[in-house]
């Protein structure tokens, strides 16, 4: 295991499990934000690596937000400058080769929850709670949050959401899709893993690195752009080693042995 006193890396067959460890409710101060941006530039430039699951250390929060303790000496140069800096390391989690999956254990607030839409696949226990308050501290999401939300559930209701601070409990999120699934307390973390296992041991792992690069670069194109994009990182796997074992493999009705070649 590798470990630093607010961000934990177990790393296992594959997987990378991230855990934010900063008591009592894992509020992303400067510090924690610094150790995630080492972590996951590591993490991107591991060949091994299949899938990372995100979650909170302790039984009360994912993230609940930012530290805001750190809020007051914030004038608009300060605030632009930890605003971007917040982006920059939430788009590194959404860059991130591989799967990336949110096991929100908790409070997913502000910054949490804006940490979560940088994952790839949420996984949210039922006694969790979601939102983006920021407004009641008469500021705004600033670490993507803005543009995120509305891309991941309907464009009105994230509005809302923003426009109120509102706070919503697990189920509704997963009525809005902002949750992709909804399990018991105590078992975000178990459903990731599970989720992981079935990246790892059932897909060649340059086909998921490629059709997530597929899928998220298709989301910032045209539908014309994004066919060329697919098509372009289809021909690239049809050179691969993975793709040749896949169809004998499936002809010769055994499991198939990926190298990642």
Request: contains cysteine.
């Amino acid at each position: 295991m590798e470990m630093s006193d607010l961000v934990q890396v177990t790393r296992e067959e594959g997987l990378a499990l991230v855990t934010i460890n900063n008591p009592p409710v894992n509020a992303l101060n400067r510090s924690v934000m610094e150790a995630l941006d080492r972590t996951f530039t590591s993490l991107h430039e591991d060949p091994e690596l299949r899938a990372v699951i995100v979650t909170g250390g302790g039984e009360k929060a994912f993230v609940a937000g930012a530290d805001i303790s750190e809020f007051p000496a914030l004038k608009r140069k300060q605030g632009e400058e930890l605003s971007y800096r917040g982006q920059r390391i939430f788009q590194k989690i959404a860059d991130c080769p591989v799967p990336v999956i949110a096991a929100v254990n908790g409070y997913a607030l502000g910054g949490g929850l804006e940490l979560a839409l940088a994952c790839d696949i949420r996984v949210v226990a039922e006694n969790a709670r979601l939102g983006l308050p920021e407004v009641t501290l008469a500021i705004l999401p600033g670490y993507g949050g803005t543009q995120r939300l509305p891309r991941t559930i309907a464009p009105g209701r994230a509005k809302e959401l923003i426009f109120t601070g509102e706070m919503i409990e697990a189920a509704e999120a997963f009525r809005l899709g902002l949750a992709d699934h909804l399990v018991p307390a105590g078992e975000a973390v178990k459903k990731a893993r599970e989720i992981a296992a079935k990246i790892i041991k059932g897909s060649g792992p340059l086909a998921v690195r490629l059709a997530k690069e597929a899928v998220n670069g298709g989301l910032e194109l045209g539908l014309e752009e994004g066919f060329k994009l697919e098509a372009s990182l289809f021909g690239k796997l049809c050179d691969t080693e993975d793709k040749d074992e896949g169809a004998r493999a499936f002809l010769e009705k055994r499991a198939p042995q990926f190298k990642g070649k």
